[in-house]
């Protein structure tokens, strides 16, 4: 109906539109949400993009416990929620950023493990990998410039009640906030 205008962005970049204003609302993983750090509010879970952000060895490694690994290399896109979750373990991780293809990490001998999302398993198994540990779960969650949700109130509640209807028509289910 003409009153809002669509960007698409890559998904690791809308946390930073959304913060800095470019964009009043948006849609990301509660993952790289985290990642971001990113002072925005949170009012809608969505009811897709579930998994899970998992520590995930190879088979032959996956029966080693965390504390035993004396500075393990770890490969990751999350590398802010990867250095957290060994720091709170007392584990002396050393954390690679990769963009993509995590999972060849231990392959190639690049790392010992990895910390990557995880929904099905099917990547895992694929690459002689398992989950051993999970870090967190994720799902698509909408989120608001902290600006607009107060200066735009109105335009921003409205589409958060529209899509909250659409939610609960598709699901028979309640939609919730994180």
């Given amino acids: 109906d003409g009153r809002y205008q669509y960007i698409l962005a890559k998904p690791s ?3 930073t539109y959304v913060e800095y204003g470019a964009a009043d609302i948006g849609v990301c993983g509660l993952d790289t949400l985290r990642e ?3 002072a925005v509010y949170e009012p809608l879970l969505l009811p897709f993009g579930r998994c899970r952000l998992s520590v ?7 029966d080693i416990p965390l ?3 004396s500075q393990p290399r770890v490969a990751t896109k999350y590398p802010k ?3 957290e979750f060994f720091r709170k373990r007392g584990v002396n991780a050393e954390v690679i950023a990769l963009n993509g293809s995590v999972e060849l990490g231990p392959l190639v001998g690049l790392a010992d493990l990895i910390v990557d999302l995880v929904e099905t398993g099917s990547t895992l198994r694929a690459n002689g990998l398992v989950e051993i540990r999970r870090v ?3 799902q698509a969650v909408l989120i608001v410039n902290r600006a607009a949700y107060r200066l735009k109130a109105n335009m921003v509640r409205a589409a958060i009640h529209a899509l909250r209807r659409q ?9 919730t906030q994180p």
């Fill in 56 to 62: 995930c060895a190879p088979v032959d490694r996956a």
């Fill in 136 to 138: 967190m779960d994720s």
């Fill in 81 to 83: 929620l990867t250095m």
């Fill in 167 to 175: 939610i609960e028509a598709h699901t028979g289910t309640e939609s």
């Fill in 36 to 38: 971001s750090g990113r």
């Fill in 67 to 69: 504390r035993y690994e």
């Fill in 13 to 15: 970049d809308v946390p």
